[in-house]
């Protein structure tokens, strides 16, 4: 696929759940590379909770060489740090939704930049601004 082939500049985030997936051939990775391919890899907004818990799964699975492969892959995507902003929007959405604190802070990290979040994690399920794939 092109860059001119590729859908207009609207921002998405993928979860970690959809990184792996598509990282580690998972069942939903052809859900995930489906959304992912579709856009300009600018356009996609990835929290640095993101990178770590990535990085984590697959050098576990697959080894050193083959996480730092795949977080250089996400460095080319629109990696944002969490700031104070973010983090105590993230804090509201761990209360208000029961939210364990890394969901919260890719939740609001897309919401930050209106960016759609596409994510198989169950506790994000319903909530606006999240496709569940």
């Not at 921002?11 to 959809?18: E, L």
């Not at 050098?59 to 050193?64: H, I, Q, R």
């Not at 995507?77 to 364990?100: G, K, W």
Request: overall charge negative; hydrophobic content about 45%; proline content about 4%.
């Amino acid at each position: 696929m092109t860059d001119s082939d590729r859908a207009p500049a609207h921002p998405i985030c993928i979860d970690s759940y959809g990184w792996i997936e598509r990282f580690m051939g998972g069942p939903k990775a052809p859900d995930y590379n489906r959304v992912i391919d579709r856009v300009d890899v600018q356009a996609i907004i990835t929290s640095v909770v993101v990178l770590c818990e990535v990085y984590k799964r697959v050098k576990g699975a697959l080894g050193e060489e083959t996480a730092l492969r795949d977080v250089a892959a996400l460095d080319r995507t629109r990696v944002v740090a969490i700031d104070r902003d973010i983090a105590l929007e993230a804090a509201d959405f761990s209360l208000a939704h029961r939210l364990h604190l890394s969901d919260a802070q890719i939740l609001a990290t897309a919401r930050r930049f209106g960016a759609e979040l596409y994510t198989s994690d169950a506790a994000l399920a319903g909530l606006p601004g999240v496709t569940t794939i």
